[in-house]
């Protein structure tokens, strides 16, 4: 069996053109332009390089990007202030600081600051526990992004049995609680597998739907998947390798060629989940906006 691979930017561009014209009818109607503020504190590269693109994504579908940069130095309370200061600016929709935060600073003393009807990236404990109550606002991008592409591709996930691996609070927990809603792309039996988990591989043989969300390059091998099974690799970690131009390549958890001779659909990295990450955080920001009107 040779899977077929998802394509992840051409659902991605389907979404930021849905945001696109959602964005302009809010300009038409009511005069709102959505506006998205991200707070990155320190020289992290790869964070600056992910912050560039989030900015350009907003704005090349009609949205008010900015970026708010401070030294890695920043004292507490100057960062909760900028917080509270973009809370109270009517013209931003969507806030969202960049993590991983300087050791000094409290990622979740953080996220608690942000207004939770701003929180695009869906983590304030408001937001959470919306979600798993079935009354959610909004959802981190990459869980998100996950169930539209099992949509997208016809993966009937009513019934069958999704195994993720990972329990983050930015991938595996929240993804766990979509899929377990009722309603489209979701409805199935979730098994969260995690660093206590006895037997690996006896789960993940399991799963009609496996997700893999650990950050460890090559840690879901071919003999893990079960024949026919979706696998949606969220793994993307950067790996020395000579031959490129930048010293690296992206990695996934799975390994593709092996997976691929297995299961019936495969998600690449990259090309795979990661832009519809970008994707969904700006369908999250145009809801935001969406809700200031009346």
Do not use: W
């Not at 900028?82 to 600073?105: E, F, K, R």
Request: proline letters at 6%; hydrophobic letters at 40%; glycine letters at 10%.
């Amino acid at each position: 069996m040779t899977a077929r691979v998802i394509d992840g930017k051409t659902i991605a561009a389907k979404v930021r053109q849905e945001v696109a014209d959602g964005v302009a009818a809010l300009k038409s109607e009511h005069g709102i332009t959505p506006g998205i503020t991200v707070v990155i504190v320190g020289d992290d590269p790869a964070s600056h390089v992910y912050v560039r693109s989030k900015e350009r994504a907003a704005q090349q579908v009609g949205m008010n990007g900015s970026v708010v940069k401070l030294p890695a130095d920043t004292p507490r309370e100057l960062l909760l202030e900028t917080v509270a200061g973009l809370n109270d600016d009517p013209d931003v929709h969507g806030i969202l600081v960049q993590i991983p935060l300087p050791d000094h600073l409290d990622e979740d003393e953080v996220v608690k600051a942000i207004d939770p009807r701003k929180d695009v990236d869906g983590l304030h404990p408001e937001n959470v526990g919306l979600l798993f109550s079935g009354q959610r606002r909004f959802a981190p991008a990459t869980p998100s992004g996950v169930q539209r592409m099992l949509v997208e591709e016809g993966v009937e996930v009513s019934g069958a049995h999704v195994v993720i691996v990972g329990r983050s609070n930015l991938v595996g927990k929240p993804l766990a609680g979509l899929l377990l809603e009722r309603g489209k792309g979701a409805n199935a039996t979730v098994t969260v597998c995690h660093t206590g988990t006895a037997d690996l591989a006896a789960e993940t043989q399991r799963a009609d739907v496996l997700v893999s969300a650990t950050g460890i390059p090559g840690s879901i091998t071919g003999d893990m998947v079960k024949p026919g099974a979706v696998v949606i690799d969220v793994g993307t970690t950067r790996v020395p390798d000579a031959s490129k131009k930048s010293g690296y390549r992206l990695a996934g958890d799975v390994i593709f060629d092996e997976a691929a001779e297995v299961a019936s659909a495969i998600t690449p990295v990259p090309g795979g989940v990661g832009p519809m990450t970008i994707a969904m955080l700006l369908k999250n920001v145009l809801q935001s906006a969406q809700s200031t009107v009346g």
